[in-house]
């Protein structure tokens, strides 16, 4: 008989080897999560990117049309998608992550598996949207003969992908571990993305804010500089590094703050869940 000794992980420890221990775990839960999203729609998968499109041109026909809102020279359509790309990934995937330990409550209480799996996995299911948006987000540059530089595409988007996913980890396993708990998130947090939304430069330039305690506070949000780090890869911009570089920082302490409380209260989840 083997006997298996269940040991506490260091509360800011992601437990790297026994998460590639059950590595095949973070498919499993993805792939569910993706089958049970559109496994009763009619056009299925194709709703990742009819979603991005109809936001675009929704907000397109607010913001440029109606409000004439800037977009840093280039078309509306181009700002907007380049700015939905990041904000989609972020948004669902803190959403998912941030439900994930109640939706699998049942799951929770029967087995043991390193429990960071799941809301690890919900962002990759938001990674999955993220990959069929791409479509939408190449077709939208075709049409508008939107030049780019080929070296800045495949640096500056994977970097703002990796910003914009430790910032999702961080503060979806943090919401996560409270929601366990506190059942009122689960009802606050769909109102709270909705201001993020609007306090993020998804859907205006940075540039329109001149308050210096409003642009500190844009450097030192993970989300904005991703966006902006996408951006640039059509407005031929300087990148403002010092921005990217304390997003990261501020990216990488909502991870060990994430982390850490859901270290803390992940043995009272078959309890509370």
């Known amino acids: ?40 729609a009619a056009l299925g998968i194709l709703w990742a990117i009819l979603q991005p499109l109809v936001m675009m041109v ?22 907007a998608i ?20 109640i939706t699998n409550a049942n799951i929770i209480k029967k087995i043991y598996f390193p429990r960071l799996i799941i ?8 990674l999955v949207d993220f990959f069929f948006a791409l479509i939408i987000y190449a077709a939208v540059l075709i049409y508008y003969q939107q ?10 988007l994977p970097l703002s992908i990796l910003i914009t996913i430790v910032t999702t980890f961080g503060l979806g396993t943090f919401l996560s571990a409270l929601n366990v708990k506190f059942r009122d998130f689960q009802y606050l947090l769909p109102f709270m993305i909705q201001f993020l939304l609007f306090a993020n430069p998804v859907l205006y330039s940075a540039k329109a804010f001149t308050n210096p305690w409003i642009n500190a506070i844009m450097k030192a949000n993970p989300i ?22 304390t997003g990261s920082v501020v990216a990488v302490l909502l991870l060990l703050a994430g982390v850490y409380t859901f270290r803390k209260t992940e043995s009272y989840f078959a309890d509370l869940a």
């Open 119 to 126: 809301p690890m996995s919900s962002i990759l299911t938001a």
């Open 147 to 156: 030049g780019i530089s080929i070296l800045k595409l495949f640096i500056y």
């Open 224 to 245: 904005a500089s991703a966006i902006q780090l996408c951006r640039s890869i059509f407005t031929g911009q300087v990148v403002d590094w010092t921005a990217v570089a």
């Open 58 to 79: 929704m907000f397109t026909i607010i913001f440029s049309k109606a409000l004439n809102v800037s977009s840093d020279g280039i078309p509306y359509p181009v700002f």
């Open 1 to 40: 008989m083997t006997e298996y000794v269940i040991e506490p992980q260091n509360k800011f420890s992601l437990g790297i080897k026994e998460l590639w221990h059950y590595r095949e775990l973070f498919y499993f839960f993805t792939w569910r999560d993706v089958k049970v999203k559109y496994k009763q």
């Open 82 to 101: 380049s700015g939905l790309l990041i904000w989609n990934v972020f948004s669902n995937g803190l959403l998912n992550s941030a439900n994930s330990m």
